[in-house]
T-cell receptor
Framework: NSKVIQTPRYLVKGQGQKAKMRCIPE?????VFWYQQNKNNEFKFLINFQNQEVLQQIDMTEKRFSAECPSNSPCSLEIQSSEAGDSALYLC????????????FGHGTKLSVL | GEKVEQHESTLSVREGDSAVINCTYT??????FPWYKQEAGKSLHFVIDIRSNVDRKQSQRLTVLLDKKAKRFSLHITATQPEDSAIYFCAASWGNMGYKLTFGTGTSLLVDP
């Protein structure tokens, strides 16, 4: 069973609506990743954090997506204005360190934008 | 940027046979190559990994081979069991401070009992 907890499991939004999902990393893991997995099993890296600091993010994340990992609270990923193309499985993963470490994944949040 | 390709989208073997899944990558700087497994209804789960300082790693029935010259790596599963049926994803990354994995698109392995 995954120790990375993602909520909600399913999220349905209309175009233009905000969509927010949360992730609690495995205890003791300071590094958190967000990936988008589409129906063709293509993974897109979105952003990663070490503790509360952003390590890397892609352009898309800078524009319509916002993410944070506050101390003592779940990490979150929010899409400001959902588009049909955002429909995908959003995976959160955590790891022990910043240097090529094994990732522990949550079950994901499946977002459907109608 | 880095691209990782998995050459078999599906693979079907009989229980007890071996299975081989192949991947290629483009970035010569890639130094870390993990494999993940996704069973139906479950999250991605780490299987095995290899780093670029070795060309072979074995863990029980699993062996990973790395050919840096060809920029190719492969997962070998011996004595397959029905429980090995899943989608297997290969990935590659590099970097010591802040890394991100680039994934292949998965190989669906079916082990027939």
């Amino acid at each position: 069973n995954s120790k990375v907890i993602q909520t909600p499991r399913y999220l349905v939004k209309g175009q233009g609506q905000k969509a927010k999902m949360r992730c609690i990393p495995e205890k003791g893991h300071p590094v958190v990743f967000w990936y988008q997995q589409n129906k063709n099993n293509e993974f897109k890296f979105l952003i990663n954090f070490q503790n509360q600091e952003v390590l890397q993010q892609i352009d898309m994340t800078e524009k319509r997506f916002s993410a944070e990992c506050p101390s003592n609270s779940p990490c979150s990923l929010e899409i400001q204005s959902s588009e049909a193309g955002d429909s995908a499985l959003y995976l959160c993963a955590s790891s022990r360190g910043v240097s090529n470490e094994r990732l522990f994944f949550g079950h994901g949040t499946k977002l459907s934008v109608l | 940027g880095e691209k990782v390709e998995q050459h078999e989208s599906t693979l079907s073997v009989r229980e007890g046979d071996s299975a081989v899944i192949n991947c290629t990558y483009t970035d010569t700087a890639s130094s870390y190559f993990p494999w993940y497994k996704q069973e139906a209804g479950k999250s991605l789960h780490f299987v095995i990994d290899i780093r670029s300082n070795v060309d072979r790693k074995q863990s029980q029935r699993l062996t990973v081979l790395l050919d840096k010259k060809a920029k190719r790596f492969s997962l070998h599963i011996t004595a397959t069991q029905p429980e090995d049926s899943a989608i297997y994803f290969c990935a590659a990354s590099w970097g010591n401070m802040g890394y991100k994995l680039t994934f292949g698109t998965g190989t669906s392995l079916l082990v027939d009992p």
